[in-house]
């Protein structure tokens, strides 16, 4: 691959020829424009760029497919694509549609070092207790050693204790 960096556009296409590699025994030129929603020869042209660069293997009217490189980076994209699509659905409760789309944004935009902190904290909000105020603490130390499941069942008996604490006063208060 050379120097240059890719861009979004072009990331959106090794990641949508990976997905219909997926499905179709061979990708052409037209089911990549149908999945991209554009036409043949800006699919055509891009095919061009992406064969330059090494990322794809493709001559005119025959299969698209992805080299080693090109299948590598596609992957990460789709990795990308999955961890924010799946932050957004199912911890920010974003809708599927907006949730796909803004995902395709995200996905080009983050370096690793967020994209890994990213990852562990859903790892964290999906396997350690949540509330009270120590809680991004815990994810810090969470970050640091990972999961320590005493640790876990530690903070969640005491956040149990603190909420039946609420629990009571509001009982007791609404009499």
């Not at 130390?141 to 509001?170: H, P, W």
């Amino acid at each position: 691959m050379g120097a240059k960096a890719l861009s979004s556009t072009m990331e959106d296409y090794l990641e949508t020829i990976l997905n219909l590699e997926k499905n179709k025994k061979f990708v052409r030129v037209k089911d990549i424009a149908q999945k991209m929603k554009v036409k043949l020869p800006t699919v055509t042209s891009m095919l061009n760029n992406l064969v330059e660069r090494g990322l794809i293997n493709h001559e005119k009217y025959e299969y698209v497919e992805l080299t080693k490189e090109g299948k590598r980076i596609a992957k990460d994209v789709y990795r990308r694509h999955v961890i924010f699509r799946d932050f957004l659905t199912g911890i920010l409760n974003v809708d599927a549609i907006t949730a796909e789309e803004d995902a395709c944004k995200m996905e080009h935009v983050v370096s690793p070092v967020t994209l890994d902190r990213f990852i562990k904290f859903m790892e964290f909000v999906k396997t350690c207790p949540r509330g009270g105020a120590d809680w991004l603490l815990h994810f810090d130390n969470y970050i640091r050693r990972g999961r320590d499941d005493a640790e876990c069942l530690k903070k969640m008996k005491g956040f149990a204790g603190r909420y039946n604490s609420e629990i009571k006063k509001f009982e007791d208060e609404m009499g």
